[in-house]
């Protein structure tokens, strides 16, 4: 049994709390255990749907989250989005048009829980290990971050797709069934319908045993970052002496760059970017010319540059 009072330890609940609410069995689970905090917690609660437009069935989503939400007096925002597909194909391209709502929506402080659970770790690092992740990466989706000027929370990460079925099961919750996600097509799908069944079949209970390393390599991501941070504050910045970074380990020098970047709040390049931004401005003799870029990631943070100013590899947003 789902204890909805366990969901609630990153949340801060005297700030407006919204749902990521697409009508599918996760966000409705995270919809209905929210509702019911309610009658213990003041929680200010509101949904947002986000109308893609891939599908016929959208106007028949859009009224159900509509009729769910009148019945849980719960006030819904519903946006609607025209999907352009990139390079990076139609999921990023959809993720994005999806956050960007979400970016426009929230004010400073808010907070939007998403429906992530166990199953969605799992998938997302075994799609990220077969593009080449590095041990960030291995973390899975992360439990909080930013998006606009406030705050994404998962706070059913610890949670098994089984658990939340269950749930609506044994509460007869209603919820939408979108058959393209039985479509292996897209690779999050293939993941999820082709390749996790097979190693279920061998390995039980994959996606907790996932997830739970995920937590072993968060936790060991944090002590490393605060050693990092110790030891190599005065070279964590956006603006920093290529002098000074020629003096430190290669390995150390990674890593450097690497949390500049990340504290700017820009996408980290790929180990290829990473290798160039070193070969440019550490084993070459910069000029004022010198520039290495990279694009945004499958979180929609912006990509970034680099450029040599005054002796500095300068770290800015694109």
Same mark, same amino acid.
């Given at each position: 049994?789902?204890?909805?009072?366990?969901?609630i330890k990153n949340i801060d609940l005297n700030k407006k709390i919204y749902i990521a609410y697409s009508g599918g069995a996760d966000s409705t689970a995270l919809l209905y255990l929210f509702s019911d905090l309610r009658?213990?917690?003041?929680?200010?609660?509101?949904?947002?749907?986000?109308?893609?437009?891939?599908?016929?069935?959208?106007?028949?989503?859009?009224?159900?989250?509509?009729?769910?939400?009148?019945?849980?007096?719960?006030?819904l925002h519903t946006k609607s989005v025209h999907i352009e597909v990139d390079r990076d194909g139609l999921e990023s391209a959809a993720?994005?048009? *999806?956050? +960007?709502?979400? /970016?426009?929506? %929230?004010?400073?402080?808010?907070?939007? $829980?998403?429906?992530?659970?166990?199953?969605?770790?799992?998938?997302?690092?075994?799609?990220?290990?077969?593009?080449?992740?590095?041990?960030?990466?291995?973390?899975?989706?992360?439990?909080?971050?930013r998006v606009g000027k406030g705050v994404l929370i998962r706070p059913l990460l610890d949670l098994t797709k089984i658990e939340l079925l269950e749930y609506l099961k044994n509460n007869e919750i209603s919820f939408i069934e979108d058959s393209s996600n039985f479509e292996s097509n897209q690779?999050?799908?293939f993941i999820r319908n082709d390749i996790i069944p097979l190693i279920e079949?061998?390995?039980?209970?994959?996606?907790?045993?996932?997830?739970?390393?995920?937590?072993?390599?968060?936790? *060991?991501? +944090?002590?490393? /970052?605060?050693? %990092?941070?110790?030891?190599?504050?005065? $070279?964590?910045?956006?603006?920093?002496?290529?002098?000074d970074l020629k003096k430190v380990d290669s390995e150390i020098l990674v890593d450097i760059l690497r949390t500049s970047i990340r504290e700017q709040d820009i996408c980290l390049p790929s180990k290829k970017?990473?290798?160039?931004?070193?070969?440019?401005?550490?084993?070459?003799?910069?000029?004022?010319r010198s520039e290495v870029s990279w694009s945004r990631d499958d979180q929609d943070l912006p990509g970034g540059s680099a450029i040599y100013r005054d002796g500095c590899i300068v770290i800015l947003k694109k």
């Open positions: 049994m789902i204890n909805p009072t366990n969901l009658h213990t917690h003041s929680i200010h609660l509101e949904a947002i749907h986000v109308d893609h437009n891939l599908s016929p069935d959208n106007n028949a989503w859009e009224s159900h989250c509509k009729n769910i939400c009148n019945k849980l007096d719960i006030i993720r994005k048009a *999806r956050y +960007k709502v979400f /970016s426009d929506i %929230l004010k400073e402080g808010e907070q939007l $829980l998403l429906g992530h659970h166990a199953n969605d770790v799992t998938e997302t690092i075994l799609i990220r290990m077969f593009r080449g992740t590095g041990i960030d990466g291995l973390e899975g989706p992360a439990l909080t971050r690779d999050r799908n079949e061998r390995w039980k209970n994959i996606s907790s045993r996932i997830q739970a390393t995920s937590e072993i390599i968060r936790d *060991r991501n +944090k002590s490393y /970052s605060y050693l %990092l941070d110790k030891n190599f504050n005065h $070279l964590i910045k956006n603006k920093i002496p290529v002098k970017i990473t290798k160039e931004i070193i070969k440019t401005f550490i084993l070459s003799r910069p000029g004022p």
